[in-house]
């Protein structure tokens, strides 16, 4: 494992441009993998590169590299990111100056000269100021990125109803004990979306002790920090009853829904299948329902939809209503969220889709048959002393219904995070290491 931090750390801590790639499937498992970052490649030719000339221009300054490719940079851009102690504080990585109050549009270099045998370039502006650049530094930016997100750089792997043999399993103490283990995790809740943790036991407040080991839990309207998952009379929430619990996402009616579950399952009711936990990859399965049916695809990330949550719990009253696409799409063509939640699906629609309602139920139709399909759809029983943990931005997920008799009962307790400070940590260890 130690091998494959390293490399990992070794790419992700130079910021090379994201490349969004193609999607290839496998005709066995029909998982996918999504290279989001094809990071080994863009570092080795950051690094690699070297200036061989410059030639000034109007608006731009012309750099030519030695594998023959040239690039046109705008003065303004070049002043605006100056990577000098005046212009950029080393230790806060903070531009401290603002642009469009002390750099004229128009700015124009007044000489250009490239060092280190092409491995520096060093600006000189009409006040006097110099400006010096790594040749890896500005090939790194000099082609934009595409991505546009805050991810971490791993590639995402898709996945489908074989996952479970596939499913990256932790040990708790060791994930507490171990950075690198804690840092491997990390990445996997990226890249996988679903992981599990074993050997946690069965004492209350485990769940906090991990998040409290990252950063912190996230508050909510259901709790401060530990939440009971437990069956309970006059529930405000089918989650708390022994019914079947279909697929869906936590919080979709709130603004902003929370980035991870922890769910640590200290009791259990007997019966193999009995309350087992069903999970569905939502990446996997917005980005077959955009293979096959497009005009559905694009009704379901086009129109946002009301989804509606009102009770009590431990923190009192709550009404709480959001809307949000059921699938979100960045401006590059990136999923970045599957917000589906039936039994919150508020009854309001958009004024603009009123005329169009039928075709975005055909779409939901589609939708939901497909994640409920045997394709992508995996079930198993989260045993006492085990933690699933999984991102609720991309994971669907329920459970079967069971009965309660005699002295049984299903007694769980649950944490959330937010990818903020996920990724936080995980750049934290990534820089240790």
């Known amino acids: 494992m130690s091998c494959l931090i390293s490399r990992i750390c070794r790419m992700a801590m130079a910021p090379c441009p994201r490349v969004l790639v193609s999607l290839t499937a496998s005709s066995s498992s029909r998982t996918r993998t999504y290279s989001s970052s094809p990071i080994a490649s863009s570092v080795e030719a950051c690094h690699q590169s070297r200036i061989t000339s410059v030639q000034l221009k109007e608006k731009e300054l012309s750099v030519h590299w030695n594998n023959t490719s040239t690039v046109d940079l705008p003065y303004v851009f070049l002043r605006d990111n100056c990577q000098e102690p005046e212009s950029f504080d080393q230790v806060a990585r903070q531009r ?237 063509g990136e999923i970045t969220e599957v917000n589906y939640s039936n039994h919150s699906r508020g009854p309001h629609f958009p004024a603009i889709l009123m005329d169009k309602l039928h075709e975005w139920y055909a779409a939901y139709y589609e939708f939901s048959h497909l994640m409920n399909s045997p394709e992508y759809l995996i079930e198993f029983k989260v045993e006492a002393g085990q933690m699933v943990v999984f991102n609720n931005r991309r994971v669907l997920h329920g459970r079967s219904g069971f009965k309660l008799q005699g002295n049984d009962y299903r007694y769980a307790e649950l944490c959330y995070m937010d990818w903020d400070e996920i990724r936080s940590k995980a750049r934290v260890l990534m820089k240790k290491y």
């Not at 996952?163 to 060791?174: A, G, I, N, T, V």
């Not at 697929?247 to 902003?256: A, R």
């Not at 939502?282 to 980005?287: C, I, K, S």
């Open 96 to 332: 401290l100056f603002n642009p469009a109050f002390t750099v004229d549009l128009n700015i124009r270099a007044t000489g250009a000269e490239v060092n280190e045998e092409g491995r520096q370039l060093t600006i000189t502006w009409p006040d006097g100021h110099r400006s010096r650049y790594k040749s890896s530094w500005l090939r790194q930016y000099c082609t934009g990125n595409t991505a546009m997100s805050g991810r971490l750089p791993v590639e995402t792997f898709y996945w489908g109803s074989d996952y479970y043999e596939k499913l990256p399993r932790f040990d708790f103490e060791e994930l507490l004990k171990d950075d690198k283990c804690l840092l491997e995790y990390l990445l996997k809740l990226e890249s996988h979306g679903l992981v599990l943790v074993e050997n946690v036991g069965t004492q209350s407040q485990q769940v906090k002790r991990l998040c409290d080991h990252i950063y912190y839990p996230k508050p909510c309207i259901y709790g401060i920090d530990v939440m009971k998952v437990e069956s309970k009379l006059d529930a405000s929430h089918i989650a708390y009853t022994g019914v079947e619990l279909p697929l869906h996402n936590d919080f979709v009616y709130c603004d902003y829904t929370c980035g991870i579950q922890m769910l640590h399952f200290i009791h259990h009711v007997p019966g193999s299948t009995a309350g087992a936990s069903r999970f569905c990859d939502g990446f996997n399965v917005a980005e077959a329902l955009r293979k096959t049916n497009l005009s559905a695809f694009d009704m379901l990330s086009q129109y946002p939809i009301q989804f509606v949550d009102a009770g009590t719990d431990t923190v009192g009253d709550y009404d709480t209503e959001s809307w949000h696409h059921t699938i979100s799409v960045s401006s590059s």
